[in-house]
């Protein structure tokens, strides 16, 4: 038998294998400085009294993707250019960039999962790996932070870190009756616990849901950034995030930002566990997303509680997906200036 010579050709979004915009799948040993690397926590059991479903997130997400790859992919040279922009976007034409699948996950042992998440994440973010999670349920933001911080120590002495949370509830319970410590509600008072982080360069953005007493003295006494959608009406998407970028990033060597599907307004996105109304727009939520391709302190994010269940048009998915291509633009697309393609005439 000599060799093969079927070429593969270019395939429309649903044929094909899944994975994150078709990215080759690869092993923590393939991961070098600087490439991207995307992987799912596919859990819902850090929810304790709410709706479930983020588990089928990523898969979702991964299927969903295929269809923004095909939207590149279908154009002639990779190349479409933006009518109001006027600027150019052509795939980069080796992706530095992998799929990594899922992290072990347990979906009756959550401790068991969280230990999973923050070794998988630490061996990310020591190789200088850029990781894109995928939830899951917003508890991943967790382990996925602790993994990540882990790693970077190990790169850099006395580190530090800053966090911007973008959803419409602060997440930061010190504790509940029902959830205890460790549950959907309170990852971000465990992530400022690390003692990388400091309350300066803690930032939220989008709140859009009332706090417990605690959490609002804490606000007070420490002065801590929480923005809520009302603030994103009243002063842009734009200059709230700039001031949450400039809170988290300074004084610190990277930033870590994590993001919940539900700070969208839920007129516009039903697919998640917790919808809220009165939320920011998917505008806004997508400016957001550009801004932070153009943050030079990102060092990772992740993506939680898209419920494709409770998304029976898939908007929530493709909203969520459009918005990691986004955060990944740096790592996706070249700009090009369609004037130097144009036939002179
Ligand atoms: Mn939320």
Redo the contacts with the bound molecule.
């Keep these: 038998m000599g060799s093969s010579d079927y070429e593969r050709d270019v395939m429309p979004y649903f044929a094909g294998l899944v994975s994150f915009f078709r990215l080759p799948e690869i092993g923590f040993d393939n991961i070098t400085e600087g490439m991207a690397v995307v992987a799912g926590v596919p859990i819902d059991n850090g929810i304790y009294g709410g709706r479930v479903g983020a588990r089928f997130g990523p898969r979702a997400i991964r299927e969903s993707s295929l269809f923004s790859r095909a939207g590149f992919e279908l154009a002639p040279d990779t190349l479409r250019i933006d009518l109001d922009s006027d600027v150019g976007t052509k795939l980069k034409e080796n992706l530095n960039m992998g799929d990594l699948g899922d992290f072990n996950i347990y979906p009756n042992d959550l401790m068991k999962t969280t230990e999973s998440v923050i070794h998988g994440m630490s061996e990310v973010s020591k190789r200088g790996g850029f990781p894109a999670v995928m939830g899951g349920d ?1 508890y991943v933001a967790y382990p996925s932070f602790e993994g990540y911080a882990k790693g970077f120590a190990e790169r850099k002495e006395n580190a530090r870190l800053g966090f911007i949370h973008i ?3 602060t ?1 930061f319970w010190d504790s509940h009756a029902l959830g205890g410590k460790y549950h959907h509600g309170t990852m971000v008072r465990r992530i400022s616990e690390n003692p990388m982080v400091d309350y300066k360069n803690l930032a939220w953005v989008g709140l859009n849901s009332p706090v417990t007493l605690d959490q609002y003295e804490l606000k007070r006494n420490h002065d801590l950034k929480m923005t809520t959608a009302q603030n994103v009406r009243e002063k842009g998407i734009t200059q709230i995030m700039t001031e949450a970028m400039e809170t988290a990033s300074d004084g610190v060597d990277a930033v870590y930002v994590s993001i ?1 599907i ?2 969208i307004d839920a007129h516009e996105s039903t697919g998640t566990g ?1 919808p809220e109304f009165h939320g920011v727009t998917t505008n806004e939520f997508f400016e957001a997303m550009d801004m932070l391709a153009g943050f030079d302190m990102l060092g990772a994010f992740d993506l939680c ?1 898209v419920a494709p269940e409770w998304d029976p048009s898939g908007q929530t998915v493709r909203i969520a997906t459009s918005g990691m291509l986004k955060v990944l633009a740096p790592w996706l697309i070249d700009n090009v200036d369609p004037d130097e393609l144009l036939t002179q005439s």
Excluded: I, L, M, Y
């Design positions: 917003h959803d419409a509830h997440d919940d539900d700070v917790s509680e």
